[in-house]
C-alpha cells in the first residue's frame, strides 16, 4: 500500500486522463479539478474522563452543477484535507457516471473511533453535525455513512440538525436506520452494485462468474456483502481480509459465516474454516478470477499492480488504486472496473432513500433493488459505449468521459458557462 500517493492529485489525473478524449477548453477543465468550498474546523469534545480534546474535521462540497452536493462521513485518523477533496471530487463523477441529480461532497473526522466509548463519539458527531448546519440540507448537502460510520451516526446528525432547525427534514442524512427514515437495502447497496458489475463485468466479457475465484480485501459493509452476494450466486470467495491480515480456502469461504464471525470477534482471522492465513498482500497479489479491492485509497500502488494475478478487478474502495498502478493493469490487460461505477449502489439507494423522504413514502426492498439494477445495468450499458467507440485505454478512462461530459452539460446548460 502506498501513503506517497495523494489521492485529490490522483482524481485529478483521472479527469486529466478522460479529457484528453472531450473537447474541453482548459480552463473549464481546471474548475472541475477542485472543489467549490472546504470547510476545515476544529470539534472540542469533553471526554467521559472530564478532559477536553479538540478533533480535525473537514467537509468538502466539490461541485453542485447536478444538484446537492452529496456524500459520506468518515471516522479515520488518516483523514485529512486531501483525502476528503479526493472523496468528495469522486463522489462528482459517481453521482454523474450513474445519472443520479447530485453532484458531490465528503467530510470525515481525523479520528480512530475504537479509542472512544459510545457517549464520547455521540458527543464528536453531535458537535460536527453543528459545525456542519449551516451547509447541510435536504437541498443543499446531504451526508451518508462512510468508513466506519453507519446508522447510528446518520441518527444523531439527522436529531442534531432537526433539533437546531425546529423541523423534521430526514433527507438532510442518508444511511439512517429504516424507523428513522431509512430505505430498505441501503446497508447491502454497495456491495450490490459491486455484485451486479462483476456479473456485467464477467457477462461482457464471455466469461461465466458461476465458479469464478474472487479475493475480498477489506471485510467493511462494502466488501463482505459483496462477497455474500457473489457467493450466493455461485462464485467461489477464496481469500478475504482485514486490517488484521487474510484468511484464504482454496475450495472457498463460507462469505456468510466469516461476516458472523467478523461481527463476534472484531476481525476475520481466527476462522476456523480456513487453511491458512497470509497478509494482505499476498492476498492482493493471489491468481484470481476476480479481485475486490474494498479497504482504502491507494491499496495497489505501481509496484504492487505488477505482482498483480487477477483478471477482473472491480473496485468497491474509492481509489483503491493508484493513476501508476492503473497503467501498469491496463498495460498487462487486467481489465478494473472503476470504483465511480462499482460501488455507487451506495449513493444510488442513498438517492433512493432521500426520494422516499421527501415522498414521505416508503418503498419495498424489491422495488429497490430492481431500481438499482436498473441504474447500475444502464450506466454499465453507458460505460461500455464509450469504450467501444473511443481509443481508450481502459474502462476508468470510459466512465470518466461519461461523467465528465455529463457534468459539463448541466454547468453549460444553466449558463454558467458558454
Ligand atoms: P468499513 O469500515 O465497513 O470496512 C472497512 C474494512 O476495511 C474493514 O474490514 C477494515 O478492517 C478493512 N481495512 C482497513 N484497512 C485495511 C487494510 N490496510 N487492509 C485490509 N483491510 C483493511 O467501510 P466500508 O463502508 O465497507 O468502506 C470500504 C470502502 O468502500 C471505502 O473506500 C469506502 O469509501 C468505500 N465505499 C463505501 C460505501 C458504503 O456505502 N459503505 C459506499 C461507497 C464506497
Redesign the pocket.
Known amino acids: ?1 502506498s501513503d506517497e500517493v495523494n489521492p485529490f492529485e490522483s482524481l485529478q489525473e483521472q479527469i486529466d486522463d478522460a479529457a484528453a478524449f472531450l473537447d474541453v477548453d482548459a480552463g473549464k477543465l481546471e474548475r472541475i479539478k477542485y472543489p467549490e468550498r472546504v470547510l476545515e474546523t476544529n470539534l472540542t469534545v469533553e471526554l467521559d474522563d472530564g478532559t477536553i480534546e479538540v478533533f480535525e474535521a473537514y467537509r468538502s462540497q466539490f461541485n453542485g452543477d447536478r444538484g446537492p452536493y452529496k456524500g ?1 462521513i ?1 471516522y479515520h485518523p488518516n483523514v485529512d484535507r486531501s483525502e476528503v477533496k479526493a ?1 468528495s471530487g469522486w463522489m462528482v463523477y459517481k453521482c454523474a457516471a450513474v445519472g443520479i441529480p447530485y453532484g458531490g461532497g465528503k467530510g470525515g473526522i481525523a479520528v480512530n473511533p475504537i479509542e472512544y466509548s459510545d457517549a464520547e463519539l455521540e458527543r464528536l458527531t453531535r458537535a460536527f453535525a453543528t459545525e456542519l448546519r449551516p451547509l447541510i440540507g435536504a437541498d443543499r448537502d446531504i451526508p ?5 460510520t ?1 446508522q447510528r451516526e446518520m441518527n444523531w446528525i439527522k436529531d442534531t440538525y432537526e433539533t437546531l432547525e425546529n423541523t423534521t427534514e430526514p433527507g438532510v442524512v442518508t ?1 439512517k436506520a429504516i424507523e428513522s427514515g431509512g430505505s430498505a437495502g441501503r446497508v447491502e ?2 456491495g450490490r452494485s459491486v455484485m451486479l458489475v462483476s456479473r456485467e463485468a464477467f457477462d461482457y466479457l464471455g466469461w461465466d462468474i458461476n465458479e469464478a475465484t474472487v479475493a475480498v ?8 456483502v459483496a462477497a455474500e452476494l457473489l457467493d450466493d450466486s455461485g462464485a467461489n470467495i477464496v481469500a478475504v ?4 491480515g ?1 484468511i484464504h480456502h482454496p475450495d472457498g469461504l463460507d462469505a456468510s459465516a466469516v461476516k458472523e464471525y ?1 461481527l463476534q470477534t472484531g ?2 482471522g481466527g476462522y476456523d474454516g480456513a487453511t491458512e492465513t497470509m497478509t ?1 498482500e499476498e492476498l492482493l497479489t493471489m491468481d484470481v478470477d476476480l479481485l475486490i479491492p ?4 491507494n ?1 495497489i500502488d505501481e509496484e504492487l499492480a505488477r505482482d498483480v494475478h487477477a483478471d477482473i478487478i472491480v473496485e ?5 488504486l493508484t493513476p501508476d498502478a492503473d497503467d501498469v493493469l491496463s498495460e498487462s490487460d487486467v481489465h478494473v472496473f472503476p ?1 465511480i461505477l462499482a ?5 444510488t439507494v442513498s438517492y433512493f432513500e432521500w426520494v422516499q423522504n421527501r415522498q414521505r413514502f416508503h418503498w419495498t426492498e424489491e422495488r429497490v433493488n430492481d431500481e438499482l439494477e436498473r441504474v447500475i445495468t444502464e450506466a454499465f450499458d453507458d460505460l461500455v459505449d464509450v469504450y467501444e467507440s473511443h481509443d481508450v485505454p481502459n474502462f476508468r478512462t470510459a466512465m470518466y468521459v461519461v461523467a465528465i461530459r455529463r457534468v459539463l452539460q448541466s454547468a453549460r446548460e444553466s449558463g454558467v458557462w458558454p
Not at 474494498?294 to 485509497?297: D, G, H, N, V
Open positions: 500500500m459520506g468518515r472523496l451518508a455513512p462512510d468508513v466506519n453507519g444511511g447497496a454497495t480485501q477489506g471485510y467493511g459493509n462494502a466488501g463482505s481480509s482485514d486490517s488484521s487474510a467478523k476481525a476475520v494482505n474494498a479497504a482504502l485509497e491499496a468497491a474502495a474509492n481509489g483503491p470504483d460501488n455507487a449502489g451506495g449513493v
